[in-house]
């Protein structure tokens, strides 16, 4: 009896074998051109593709169209907020929150800031960077200080961006009175 199962197995298994090895063949000769492999050249080296390839993007690089020098650049797409030297190196980037106000693109500069207080969303907050008004709301950076990154009422208006306690401590180092801050798309 258990010679007869081995049997059925070993038939189950070429059977299998050869209906994957039949679809193989199939996705082959079905698949484009440019998925193909190059064909040798008349020097014997492969083709080179039509098109380069695309380079992959750094998610964490600065963004290319971003300025110059030291400042703060806030991608409202991305979400994100890098601090750049003068040397045009990152110092450190991270992830935000955006409220339900928001500024254009542009170049801007920080004009106030404050330690602690209280935001127009009722949230307790710190170390804030006001760099921009957009309809009569200050928009700004801010931490909230139970160090949640929540996203705000979608209803109210307001134009705190939030980010992480940490982040919020190296961003109140870095961005001053006067200090550049970018805004890209």
């Given at each position: 009896m258990a010679r007869g199962s081995s049997g059925i197995v070993a038939?189950?298994?070429?059977?299998?074998?050869?209906?994957v090895c039949f679809l193989a063949y199939q996705a082959s000769a079905n698949a484009p051109d440019s998925l193909a492999a190059p064909s040798p050249t008349a020097s014997g080296s492969a083709a080179l593709p039509s098109e380069k390839p695309k380079a992959t993007k750094d998610p964490l690089a600065v963004p290319a169209d971003s300025d110059t020098?030291?400042?703060v650049v806030y991608s409202l797409k991305d979400r994100r907020v890098w601090?750049?030297?003068?040397?045009?190196?990152?110092?450190?980037?991270?992830?935000?929150?955006?409220?339900?106000?928001?500024?254009?693109?542009?170049?801007?500069?920080?004009?106030?800031?404050?330690?602690?207080?209280?935001?127009?969303?009722?949230?307790?907050?710190?170390?804030?960077?006001?760099?921009?008004?957009?309809?009569?709301?200050?928009?700004?950076?801010?931490?909230?200080?139970?160090?949640s990154m929540r996203s705000p009422d979608p209803t109210m208006k307001t134009?705190?961006?939030?980010m992480k306690r940490a982040d919020g401590n190296a961003l109140w180092t870095f961005a001053t009175v006067g200090v550049k801050v970018v805004v890209v798309p």
């Open positions: 038939g189950l298994t070429a059977a299998a074998v050869a209906v020098g030291t400042r601090l750049v030297d003068g040397g045009e190196k990152s110092l450190r980037t991270f992830a935000v929150m955006p409220s339900s106000v928001n500024p254009l693109p542009g170049a801007y500069q920080v004009t106030s800031r404050s330690g602690s207080i209280k935001g127009s969303d009722g949230v307790l907050i710190e170390h804030v960077v006001r760099f921009a008004n957009v309809d009569d709301i200050s928009v700004g950076f801010s931490a909230a200080q139970d160090g134009g705190g961006v939030r």
